[in-house]
C-alpha cells in the first residue's frame, strides 16, 4: 500500500480497493517505525485520523452527494517553516520552539481544503539555511537509503507525542537493512562505523526522508537555493521547484524573499504534477505571485522528444563532481539524442560568479527578515532585565544558531552604508547578468537544460561535518541556486544507482513559467530510466 504513488493510491481510494482510514494508519505506523530517521518535528496523528475519517465518509458515500476532493485521504507532510493553525512551526530554531500560528500558509490551506491529510510537521536546517538538515534543535535527519534501522517499534499505540529516535540506546535492537530491490546487497558497515549514516539533504531533508521512507505520498519543502532539490536527490525522490510567484508564499517564514519558492516532493512526476495543479494560482495575500489564471493540466503517457532542444551547460562541469555524476549525465544525455532529441552544449557565463552573489544576496536578506525576532514582540525571550539592549542580544544569541547569527551578522556587513554598493548592488548587477544568460540560451532555441541535481551521492555524515556549514553549502548549492536567482522553474528526479547503492538524481531546467513542458520532458525520462523507489516493507512484518 505504501510503495503505490500518490496518483495510484487516489484511483484505489476512489474504487474503494483502499479506505482512507486504514491508509492514514499504515502511515502513521510507518512514521513510528521510521522515527529514528528523525524525518518529524511534530506528529498530527490525532489530526490525520481525523481528517482521514471525513475522507473516508466522503468516499463511501455512494450518492455522491459530496464531491470528491482532488486529494482525498492522500497523506501528506509539511517542513516545519511552514505555518500550520494550532500545531507548532518551529523551523527548527530555539527561537520558535514555542510558537504555534494562529493561521494556515496559502498552500497548506490548499492541501487542508483539497482533502490532503496532514501527517506531521517535517524537520529541517534551521530558518532553512544548510544543505544536510543537520543543524537543526530536533537533531539531524538521517537518509534512509542504506540505513541499518536498529531499533524498530512494534507497539499498536501510534499516538503519542514524536519521540527522539533512541539511536544510541544498545538495548532491544533489531537491526533492519533496507536494500534497494533492484541492487545487489551491500555489505554490513563495520562496527565502529555503525553510528554513521548518509545524510538526507537539506535544507528539506525531513520531508524527502517522509517521502522516501512511505510515511507519506507527499511532502511541501521550500527552496531557496535547492533546499527542495538538493535533498530530493539525495533521497531517491521527485523534487519540484516551481517558477517564482506560481505557488504562493504567504505563511511560509521566509527566509530569502526574493528567492524563497515553495517546493514539492513526490514519488513520481505524475505526482508532483497532480500537487502542483492543487498549489498553484495567484493569492490575494501574496503580492508577487502571478496574477495570470493558472491552467490545471494532466501529463500524458505518450510522449515524444523528437523535435526537442536540450541544452548542456559547459560551465556545470563543477569541481568536485563525481565520476559516477558525470557518467549519469552522459547517459542521460545519449538517451535523448538516441530519441532524436537535439543535444547541444552551450553556455552560461556568469554561473562561475553565481554562488558568490547568492551569498550576498541572501545574507542581506537574512539580516533583514531576522530582524523581527527582538525578544519582545517575537519569538523566544531570555531572562535578563538589566536593559533593552541586553534582552535583544541575549534572546537573539539564545534563540539563533551559529549559522544563522553568521548570516545575519554578514548581512548587516554588507549592507552598510560604506559596503552597500561594492557589495549588495553589484551582487543585483551580477543576479541580472545570471537570469540574462538563462533567457539568451532559451532564445536560441533551446527548449531546457540538463544538469547535475548535486555534485555526488548522499555523503557520510562524518564526511560531511568536517566543514561547517557555510563551505558545505557553496558546496552543495553549485548546480541549484542559480536556477533561483533566475526565478525559472526546476525539477530533479533520480536517474540511477550509485556502485554504493545510492540515488544520483539529475535536473531539468525549463523557461519561465513553462512548468508543464519541463514536467512533460522530465516523465518522458523517468519512463526511459525506470527507477525502482525505495522499498522498506521488512519495517511491517
Given at each position: ?75 501528506v ?10 500545531i ?23 492541501l ?5 491529510v ?85 535544507s ?30 539525495y533521497?531517491g ?8 510567484g ?16 515553495p517546493?514539492?516532493m ?33 501529463i ?32 542521460a ?44 514582540e ?9 536593559s ?36 549588495f ?75 554504493s ?13 513553462k ?19 525505495l ?7
Open positions: 500500500m505504501l510503495s503505490l504513488s500518490l496518483r495510484e493510491t487516489l484511483a484505489k481510494l476512489k474504487d474503494g480497493t483502499i479506505c482512507a482510514k486504514d491508509l492514514c494508519e499504515k502511515c502513521i505506523e510507518r512514521s513510528v517505525k521510521t522515527k529514528e530517521l528523525n524525518a518529524f518535528t511534530t506528529n498530527t496523528h490525532q489530526l490525520a485520523r481525523k481528517q482521514s475519517s471525513t475522507s473516508a465518509n466522503r468516499l463511501s458515500n455512494r450518492e455522491r452527494t459530496q464531491k470528491i476532493r482532488k486529494l482525498e485521504g492522500i497523506p507532510a509539511v517542513k516545519d517553516n511552514f505555518c500550520t493553525q494550532g507548532a512551526t518551529t523551523c527548527a530554531s530555539n527561537m520558535l520552539k514555542n510558537y504555534i500560528p494562529p493561521y494556515n500558509a496559502t498552500v497548506v490551506q490548499k487542508i481544503d483539497e482533502g490532503a496532514i501527517i506531521g510537521k517535517t524537520n529541517m536546517d534551521e530558518y532553512a539555511m544548510g544543505c544536510g538538515s543537520i543543524d537543526s534543535i530536533h537533531g539531524p535527519v538521517r537518509n534512509p537509503w542504506n540505513y541499518i534501522f536498529r531499533h524498530v517499534e512494534h507497539s499498536n499505540d501510534y499516538s503519542s507525542g514524536y519521540v527522539s529516535s533512541g539511536i544510541n540506546n544498545q538495548e532491544n535492537q533489531l537491526r533492519v537493512r533496507n536494500f534497494h530491490s533492484s541492487s545487489s546487497p551491500i555489505e554490513e558497515q563495520n562496527c565502529e562505523n555503525v553510528d554513521d549514516w548518509h545524510v538526507a539533504g537539506g528539506s531533508g525531513g520531508s524527502a526522508v517522509a517521502v522516501a521512507s512511505g510515511t507519506c505520498f507527499g511532502a511541501m519543502g521550500s527552496d531557496t537555493g535547492g533546499s527542495t532539490r538538493n535533498p530530493s536527490a533521497c525522490v521527485v523534487g519540484l521547484k516551481p517558477t517564482y506560481l505557488v504562493s508564499r504567504h505563511g511560509l517564514i521566509p527566509l530569502v524573499n526574493s528567492l524563497d519558492v517546493g514539492i513526490a514519488k513520481t512526476v505524475d505526482d508532483a504534477s497532480l500537487l502542483l495543479n492543487v498549489l498553484a494560482g495567484h493569492d490575494t495575500h501574496d503580492s508577487t505571485t502571478l496574477t495570470d489564471p493558472f491552467q490545471e493540466f494532466t500524458p503517457e505518450d510522449i515524444s522528444v523528437k523535435d526537442l532542444h536540450i541544452g548542456i551547460p559547459k560551465e556545470y562541469h563543477a569541481p568536485g563532481t563525481s565520476k559516477e555524476v558525470i557518467d549519469t549525465w552522459q547517459k544525455a545519449d538517451i535523448f539524442d538516441k530519441a532524436g532529441a537535439k543535444v547541444t552544449e552551450v553556455s552560461l557565463p556568469h554561473t562561475q560568479f553565481s554562488i558568490f552573489c547568492y551569498y550576498v544576496l541572501c545574507t542581506c536578506e537574512v539580516a533583514s527578515n531576522m530582524a523581527r525576532y527582538d525578544g519582545i517575537f519569538g523566544h525571550r531570555a531572562s535578563t532585565n538589566i533593552t539592549e541586553e534582552l535583544y542580544a541575549a534572546s537573539r544569541h539564545e534563540g539563533f544558531n551559529d549559522v544563522v547569527r553568521g548570516r545575519i551578522l554578514a548581512g548587516n556587513y554588507f549592507l552598510l552604508k560604506k559596503n552597500y554598493e561594492n557589495y548592488i553589484k551582487a543585483q548587477r551580477v543576479r541580472r547578468l545570471i537570469s540574462e544568460d538563462f533567457k539568451t540560451v532559451f532564445n536560441s532555441g533551446v527548449d531546457m537544460l540538463l544538469t547535475p541535481t548535486t555534485l555526488s551521492e548522499a555523503p557520510l555524515h562524518s564526511w560531511f561535518t568536517e566543514f561547517d556549514n557555510r563551505t558545505r553549502t557553496e558546496e552543495q548549492d553549485v548546480y541549484t541556486q542559480p536556477v533561483n536567482m533566475a526565478g525559472i522553474p526546476a525539477v530533479t528526479l533520480p536517474a540511477a544507482l550509485s556502485s547503492g545510492l540515488p544520483i538524481g539529475l535536473q531539468f531546467i525549463g523557461q519561465f513559467k512548468d508543464k513542458e519541463m514536467l512533460t520532458v522530465a516523465k518522458w525520462f523517468e519512463q526511459q530510466v525506470n527507477f525502482q523507489r522499498k522498506l516493507e521488512q519495517l511491517d512484518s
